[in-house]
Nanobody, 117 residues
Framework: QVEVVESGGGLAQPGGSLSLSCVASGTTRSFYGMGWYRQAPGKQRELVAEITRTGIPVYEDFVKGRFTISRNGAENMIYLQMDSLKPEDTAVYYC???????????WGQGTQVTVSS
């Protein structure tokens, strides 16, 4: 059993910042990669950013230059620093854990991010 827990969601004003954290724990300690997805009401869940176990980040175009994904090498923890937030960033953000190059094997419960004035 692998537990994935996100934290750090909340309310921010447009142009503001939030930082998210995710910890994966359980019987599996070695992962191919971890990442962040988000889902707004009525929309499909979409990839935001991913980072491999070797520290290679991949960003979707709509967050490039604004969001930064990082990984803590001491444990299975990733972060998402979100700057220059826009109202369209409002969504539930989910942490993902993959044991292979493609596909998501484990999900967190999600954390709400709301960007509004």
């Amino acid at each position: 059993q692998v537990e994935v827990v996100e934290s750090g969601g909340g309310l921010a004003q447009p142009g503001g910042s939030l930082s998210l954290s995710c910890v994966a724990s359980g019987t599996t300690r070695s992962f191919y990669g971890m990442g962040w997805y988000r889902q707004a009401p009525g929309k499909q869940r979409e990839l935001v950013a991913e980072i491999t176990r070797t520290g290679i980040p991949v960003y979707e175009d709509f967050v490039k230059g604004r969001f930064t994904i990082s990984r803590n090498g001491a444990e299975n923890m990733i972060y998402l620093q979100m700057d220059s937030l826009k109202p369209e960033d409002t969504a539930v953000y989910y942490c993902s854990v993959s044991t292979r190059p493609y596909g998501v094997d484990y999900w967190g419960q999600g954390t709400q991010v709301t960007v509004s004035s």
